[in-house]
């Protein structure tokens, strides 16, 4: 149980476009979702922290026009890159949690995101 | 706020040797903490995790790690090592009512000799 997937796993695609990375929590309902980047070779950051029905929470520094996060179902997470730069390429992890007092986070595969 | 240090950055084991992943953290209470572990473009597997009680957690893969509140670390064990075993570890801590955030160290990179 508890399975997280995303997709796609790796992504190419030219600067200037948008792309978009999906998130599902496949055998339970997440009320809330989390979006990390790691770049190489080094930790976790949290991006930003989205719970179903409601507007995402950012990080600081984290420009939330440039990365658009929905949650709009208990299973279903998206991230978009707008207006994607090299800058952008980086490793996309995704995590999923059920609301209560202590709660593991259950994490995805991770995206691997290239902007030429 | 909370921070994770694992002082470690490079780990090299021979196979069959022990092992110690050394994790410490900076809470004004009691946390709760995570070992993961992450191989090469993949995600993160969840080792083991403390919450309350017990100190000495188990956890997968022949892993335990010891919750030390006097020393602040929640230090990751595994008496043999297999070859297996090499790959990225890290020690995550949650604050209780923190909304499930959690803050992540830098990692361990473990390298298992054979």
């Known amino acids: 149980g508890a399975v997280v997937s995303q997709h796609p796993s790796r992504v190419i695609c030219k600067s200037g476009t948008s792309v978009k990375i999906e998130c599902r929590s496949l055998d339970f309902q997440a009320t809330t979702m989390f979006w990390y980047r790691q770049f190489p070779k080094q930790s976790l950051m949290l991006m930003a922290t989205?719970?179903?029905?409601?507007?995402?929470?950012?990080e600081q520094g984290v420009e939330k026009d440039k990365f658009l996060i929905n949650h709009a179902s208990l299973t279903l997470s998206t991230l978009t890159v707008t207006s994607a730069h090299p800058e952008d390429s980086s490793f996309y992890i995704c995590?999923?949690?059920?609301?209560?007092?202590?709660?593991?986070?259950?994490f995805g595969p991770g995206t691997r995101l290239t902007v030429l | 706020a909370q921070s994770v240090t694992q002082p470690d950055i490079h780990i090299t084991v021979s196979e069959g040797a022990s092992l110690e992943l050394r994790c410490n953290y900076s809470?004004?209470?009691?946390?709760?903490l995570f070992w993961y572990v992450q191989s090469p473009g993949q995600g993160l597997q969840l080792l083991l995790k403390?919450?309350?009680?017990d100190t000495l957690v188990q956890g997968i893969k022949g892993f335990e790690a010891e919750f030390k509140r006097s020393q602040s670390s929640f230090n990751l064990r595994k008496p043999s090592v297999h070859w297996s075993d090499a790959a990225e570890y890290f020690c995550?801590?949650?604050?209780w009512g923190g909304g499930n955030k959690l803050t992540f160290g830098t990692g361990t990179q473990l390298k298992v000799e054979l």
């Open positions: 995590s999923a949690s059920v609301r209560g007092t202590v709660n593991e986070q259950f």
């Open positions: 989205s719970n179903e029905g409601s507007k995402a929470t950012y």
């Open positions: 809470y004004g209470a009691t946390p709760y």
């Open positions: 995550a801590v949650g604050a």
């Open positions: 403390y919450f309350s009680g």
